[in-house]
Nanobody
Framework: QVQLVESGGGLVQGGGSLSLSCAASGRTFSSYTMGWFRQAPGKEREFVAAIAWWNIGSTYYADSVKGRFTISRDNAKNTMYLQMSSLKPEDTAVYYC?????????????????WGQGTQVTVSS
């Protein structure tokens, strides 16, 4: 099994910055992808960003966050990060980290097998 634990959520003013972390433990895989998703009240869970855990670690972003959010990884710590800047009220959501234990990244939540408990991010206007 895999355990994913997010941290770093909170309340921030519009235009501000916030950083999230996701620490993975448990079973290991040779090739996998980790991603961030978010879900706002009354809305479906949506893709935010993903990073491949092989080779150079290709990254992928939703258009809505491109240029404002940066996803990164620390192999030694088995930890993924999401640096969020220029935050907007519409970024308010519960942010989830997820792991896809296969080669090949994906923007679809159904392709991820393991999920964290989520962390709340609230951006005030």
């Amino acid at each position: 099994q895999v355990q994913l634990v997010e941290s770093g959520g909170g309340l921030v003013q519009g235009g501000g910055s916030l950083s999230l972390s996701c620490a993975a433990s448990g079973r290991t895989f040779s090739s996998y992808t980790m991603g961030w998703f978010r879900q706002a009240p009354g809305k479906e869970r949506e893709f935010v960003a993903a990073i491949a855990w092989w080779n150079i670690g290709s990254t992928y972003y939703a258009d809505s966050v491109k240029g404002r959010f940066t996803i990164s990884r620390d192999n030694a710590k088995n930890t993924m990060y999401l640096q969020m800047s220029s935050l907007k009220p519409e970024d308010t959501a519960v942010y989830y980290c997820a792991l896809r234990p296969k080669y090949g990244s994906s923007r679809y939540s159904s392709d991820y097998d393991y999920w964290g408990q989520g962390t709340q991010v609230t951006v005030s206007s």
